[in-house]
């Protein structure tokens, strides 16, 4: 082998044996909370008592919210079915009276009646020229 990597193999063995020397021991390691005192799960139980007492404090506050008997409003709300647009005198047309009857075979309706002339005369027949 060469003396340069057998050098740098040397260095590297110092190194992993004063890193061995440094690092904890493995079971220190494996249950990190069982040595501090402390339960593991206890976190996760607060979390799970935090979550249950805001979605109890959720429901309740809706159940009060919808059963809340509601004021009626004091001044009256327009309606959107008494609303008329400005612009409603542009679809009265004329003779919308006649699209509103239905019509009557055999009876002529009342402006018919009063667009008849009333003189009784002698008819003149026009005569065609050639």
Not at 45 to 73: K, Q
Not at 105 to 115: D, N, Q, R, S, T
Request: hydrophobic share 45%.
């Amino acid at each position: 082998m060469n003396s340069d990597d057998r050098e740098l193999r040397e260095h590297f063995a110092a190194l992993r044996r004063e890193e061995e020397a440094r690092a904890p021991e493995f079971s220190a390691l494996a249950a990190p909370g069982r040595s501090q005192g402390r339960p593991l799960w206890s976190g996760r139980v607060v979390a799970a008592s935090v979550c249950v007492a805001a979605i109890t404090a959720a429901g309740l506050w809706l159940e009060t919210a919808l059963h809340r008997p509601h004021a009626e409003p004091a001044t009256p709300v327009a309606s959107i079915a008494g609303w008329k647009p400005p612009t409603d005198f542009l679809l009265e047309t004329p003779g919308r009276e006649l699209l509103q009857t239905v019509p009557v075979i055999g009876a002529l309706p009342e402006y018919a009646k009063a667009a008849a002339p009333h003189h009784k005369g002698v008819q003149v027949k026009k005569t065609v020229l050639p």
